[in-house]
């Protein structure tokens, strides 16, 4: 079969699989299967693709993915410097590529002691990283998701400077002062559209200014091995001496589930809901949310919010076995994004 005749439409792939049109929506919607536009605007979908994940859900041939957590024990010859560094996922997934780190900095005391914890030899600067003097370190890599926040427009087009006052200014000073070959940084998707696009566009003329070349680029975690749904807007900057290609993954055909992800860890004792919340959720279907409960129960729970337009469909929303985690919150209990 050519690549062009394995897209098909919603309503061709339903009937070879033997599954309602709305299924393969609703699969869609969920980030499980890709789709592609067709030339007059149809979505089509990959039918090998949908095959696989079909065959997962009802347990056909052997049909889970060998997960797996690519780490290499070889140490290469680059090391980083990260900001931000929270809990230490970024630095963690840097640290299994062979990459040393240099130092990180974290502001959050809990995330700090949980750094030198799991991870005693790293170095770990815990406090402002305004109060950072980063003259007198040397480092390949720079790497920091800083919030993201308003910047201040004066129609001066001063780029570095238009964004003082700001924890990318930090991010961005630190690329300045260490001079790195590359620098990451990492944001929300909703930075592409954050004030009509032009706090993107300065935190890009920043770079810029100080000798980068940048691009950058929304990322799907769902189809790169990672068990969860998160859309994350990277930012490449290479320094200008530097002939480096630019170079993003490329999304893979198929997702891994939490099932697959969590076998053989440990046991934990994972959140305590309140009872009332705790009975709502045990009334939702796995990879459901509020629109599976009753009638009844849906006004009494969103009480104000059921009227309220819009889809909201990260309440009362449970996770599902045999899909990737929804984006991981800060706390699973709290009310629009119930885990």
């Not at 046991?267 to 796995?286: A, D, F, I």
């Not at 006004?299 to 449970?318: D, H, N, P, V, W």
Request: net charge positive; charged share 30%.
């Amino acid at each position: 079969m050519k690549t062009k005749d394995k897209y098909l439409t919603v309503s061709d792939v339903a009937k070879l699989i033997d599954v309602s049109p709305d299924t393969i929506r609703r699969w869609g919607k969920k980030g499980l299967i890709k789709s592609i536009r067709s030339k007059h605007n149809y979505r089509l979908f990959n039918i090998d693709e949908v095959k696989r994940l079909n065959n997962k859900i009802n347990g056909v041939g052997g049909s889970l993915n060998d997960f797996k957590i690519l780490t290499t024990k070889d140490r290469t010859n680059y090391n980083c410097i990260e900001l931000f560094a929270g809990a230490g996922g970024t630095a963690l997934g840097f640290h299994n590529a062979g990459i040393k780190h240099k130092c990180l900095v974290e502001l959050d005391k809990n995330c700090v002691a949980t750094l030198n914890y799991n991870k005693p030899e790293w170095e770990v600067i815990g406090g402002d990283v305004k109060d950072v003097d980063f003259s007198n370190m040397e480092a390949d890599i720079v790497e920091g998701g800083f919030p993201c926040q308003s910047f201040s427009y004066a129609g001066k087009n001063l780029g570095f400077a238009d964004t003082r006052g700001t924890l990318f200014f930090e991010f961005a000073r630190c690329v300045k002062q260490i001079r790195p070959k590359i620098a990451v940084g990492e944001n929300v998707k909703g930075l592409l559209r954050h004030d009509n696009g032009r706090t993107l566009q300065a935190m890009i003329d920043s770079l810029r200014k100080i000798g980068y070349r940048v691009v950058y680029k929304v990322l799907r975690s769902q189809y790169l091995d990672v068990p969860q749904k998160r859309e994350r807007l990277i930012i490449l900057a290479v320094r200008n001496d530097l002939s480096l290609p630019f170079l993003f993954p490329k999304e893979k055909d198929y997702t891994v589930s939490l099932r697959e992800a969590l076998k053989d860890v440990p046991k934990s004792r994972g959140q305590e809901y309140p009872s009332k919340k705790k009975h709502v959720l045990s009334l939702v279907p796995p990879g459901g949310c509020w629109r599976d409960l009753p009638e009844k129960i849906q006004k009494e729970y969103m009480m104000k919010s059921y009227y309220l337009g819009g889809g909201k469909t990260g309440m009362a929303r449970r996770l599902s076995w045999d899909e990737p985690s929804l984006t991981l919150t800060t706390s699973t209990a709290q009310n629009n994004t119930e885990r």
